[in-house]
């Protein structure tokens, strides 16, 4: 079970933090990133983070502005949004999939979803 929380509404320029909590699993290597839905577009995966390696990845649209975090020891993952701007609005899942490979997953690999937390940027 993933549950998202930290959305809001607010001005260009603010931040946010983002969190997901989650249970259910024990996995000893995953991948968990955070995406973002906007109405009539795809899916898109703007941060991912491997929990083994730690490494991280971005879209070029965040980079610089987005922070991925993880600490397993409270089950919590983290997405640092700072400089928002208007296109950062949407819908952000968090996602998890059990994951030992070195590649990020594609999006239909994630087998586990929160159910999303809404970002309104104006």
């Known amino acids: 079970q993933l549950v998202e929380s930290g959305g809001d509404s607010v001005q260009a320029g603010s931040s946010l933090r983002l969190s997901c909590k989650y249970s259910?699993?024990?996995?000893?290597?995953?991948?968990m990133a955070w995406f973002r839905q906007i109405p009539g577009k795809e899916r898109e995966r703007v941060a991912a983070?491997?929990?083994?390696?730690?490494?991280?990845d971005y879209a070029d649209s965040v980079k610089g502005r987005f922070t991925i975090s993880h600490d397993a020891a409270v089950n919590t993952l983290w997405l640092e949004m700072n400089n928002l701007q208007p296109e950062d609005t949407g819908i952000y899942y968090c996602?998890?999939?059990?994951?030992?490979?070195?590649?990020?997953?594609?999006?239909?690999?994630?087998?586990?979803w929160g159910q999303g937390t809404q970002v309104t940027v104006s």
């Open positions: 259910g699993w024990h996995y000893t290597g995953y991948c």
């Open positions: 983070i491997t929990t083994g390696s730690g490494a991280t």
């Open positions: 996602a998890a999939v059990n994951w030992a490979w070195l590649r990020f997953p594609r999006t239909d690999e994630f087998q586990h």
